[in-house]
């Protein structure tokens, strides 16, 4: 299987693949009231951040370069890594926390190639001008991309991406490990 086939293919598991390790996590959570606000904290910053760049975006018609993407070429995915370090920290158990961070690292790193491929296709010259400045994944350091009018946040496009999804999630895993701080309270 070459590269290519590889990263589709994870591209395609990559949501089922998720439902089963959040059902690991949950079973192996132990959270405790200090992990659960720490680690709920760090998730909510992801969360933040990925609305941000969630209403800055507009998928394959113009190329996003302003707001999160100033900082990173992939803040969707930066966000989604910062709520699997929150959710791993509010889990209070480091193996789980080291898991969820490979299993993260498995699953997106191949689908950022791929949607770098996409975007140079689409793109060309300007997407690869802005990847020479922009990092892949970390927001280490801002650069002015290019000199492109800013895309403003609009709830609209945040509404539109579905991104509510996400904010939905997050909302039943934090009411997910305070039942399991409470059950195995009562244990």
């Known amino acids: 299987m070459n590269k290519q086939n590889w990263a589709d293919t994870i591209a395609r598991w990559r949501v089922p693949a998720s439902f089963v390790m959040a059902l690991i996590y949950f079973l192996w959570a132990r959270p405790t009231w200090q992990s659960l606000g720490e680690g709920a904290a760090l998730a909510a910053l992801g969360l933040v951040w990925r609305a941000w760049a969630s209403g800055t975006i507009r998928k394959d018609s113009t190329l996003a370069m302003s707001g999160p993407y100033a900082f990173s070429r992939n803040p969707l995915y930066f966000g989604s890594f910062l709520i699997v370090l929150g959710f791993g920290w509010a889990g209070d158990r480091r193996l789980l926390l080291i898991l969820l961070i490979v299993f993260f690292l498995i699953l997106y790193v191949p689908v950022m190639k791929l949607e770098e491929n996409h975007l140079e296709r689409l793109f060309g010259v300007r997407f ?9 994944f970390l ?3 801002r650069v002015r991309a290019h000199d492109s009018p800013a895309a403003a946040f609009n709830w609209g496009q ?5 991104e509510y999804n996400v904010l939905l ?5 934090v009411g997910l ?5 409470y059950w195995r309270g009562m244990q």
């Open 128 to 136: 690869h001008d802005y990847r020479k400045k922009i990092p892949l």
């Open 139 to 141: 927001p280490w350091k």
């Open 158 to 162: 945040y509404w539109g991406n579905r």
């Open 169 to 173: 999630g997050f909302g039943a895993a």
């Open 177 to 181: 490990l305070l039942l399991i701080k």
